[in-house]
């Protein structure tokens, strides 16, 4: 790879421990295997994690500078995302906020209360990141009304939406993933589905 290849920073969500078969593990690895730098942390404490310690810990990674930062956002990440969009912290060349999990559904969660209500707008959005993009389902359990509508209207991201793939965790079979490794190679690529092959 050249010093111009983007750089990736992937964060995971609420009680991930970075499994193995998860998606996000297999994009790390995709992306280290062509050559890119891959930063795919362990986030604290995931089972009881706290706002503050989260927003330090990705404000040091994203203080590293880089010619190009894309940055992928899983579920409790994605609020993440925002709260430090909100504090003018957060600062990358594109970013994929996939399935965030409801305001309700966060409210619901001792564990996770704390990262509800981000307040992040849809100009701060665009100043932080030059392209950010929503992935959302039709069916996702912990975003009931849909992310489309309750993030990708409210905040005008550019989304696509993933026909009966819940949470696209483990538990609805997101392993390999392809078509959000094609995006991060490439920005112009529409997001679908893993087929069952993949």
Same mark, same amino acid.
């Given at each position: 790879?050249?010093?111009?290849?983007?750089?990736?920073?992937?964060?995971?969500?609420?009680?991930?421990?970075? +499994?193995?078969?998860?998606?996000? %593990?297999?994009?790390?690895?995709?992306?280290?295997?062509?050559?890119?730098? !891959?930063?795919?942390?362990?986030?604290?404490?995931?089972?009881?994690?706290?706002?503050? *310690?989260?927003?330090?810990?990705?404000? =040091?990674?994203?203080?590293?500078?880089?010619?190009?930062?894309?940055? !992928?956002?899983?579920? &409790?990440?994605?609020? &993440?995302?925002? %709260?430090? *969009?909100?504090?003018?912290?957060?600062?990358?060349?594109? *970013?994929?906020? #996939?399935?965030?999990?409801?305001?309700?559904?966060?409210? $619901?969660?001792?564990?996770?209360?704390?990262? $509800?209500?981000?307040?992040?707008?849809?100009?701060?959005?665009?100043?932080?990141?030059? !392209?950010?993009?929503?992935?959302?389902?039709? /069916?996702? +359990?912990?975003?009931?009304?849909?992310?489309?509508?309750?993030?990708? #209207?409210?905040?005008?991201?550019?989304? /696509?939406?993933?026909?009966?793939? =819940? %949470?696209?965790?483990?538990?609805?079979?997101?392993?390999?993933? +392809?078509? !959000?490794?094609?995006?991060?190679?490439?920005?112009? *690529?529409?997001?679908?589905?893993?087929?069952?092959?993949?």
């Amino acid at each position: 790879m050249t010093s111009h290849s983007p750089s990736f920073l992937i964060l995971h969500g609420w009680q991930n421990h970075r +499994p193995q078969g998860h998606w996000q %593990h297999w994009l790390a690895d995709e992306l280290t295997a062509r050559g890119h730098t !891959v930063t795919y942390p362990q986030l604290p404490d995931p089972d009881h994690p706290r706002l503050d *310690v989260w927003l330090d810990r990705l404000r =040091a990674h994203l203080d590293a500078p880089q010619p190009e930062r894309v940055v !992928v956002c899983h579920s &409790l990440a994605v609020p &993440l995302w925002l %709260h430090a *969009v909100a504090r003018g912290t957060a600062r990358a060349d594109r *970013v994929l906020l #996939v399935t965030p999990p409801s305001e309700q559904v966060i409210a $619901g969660y001792e564990d996770i209360a704390g990262f $509800g209500r981000p307040g992040a707008t849809a100009a701060q959005l665009r100043a932080a990141a030059g !392209v950010s993009r929503l992935v959302a389902t039709d /069916d996702d +359990p912990y975003c009931p009304a849909g992310a489309a509508k309750e993030y990708g #209207v409210p905040l005008g991201l550019d989304t /696509d939406i993933v026909p009966g793939g =819940a %949470h696209l965790d483990l538990d609805a079979g997101y392993g390999s993933w +392809p078509s !959000v490794l094609d995006w991060c190679l490439d920005p112009e *690529v529409r997001i679908s589905g893993r087929t069952p092959t993949a």
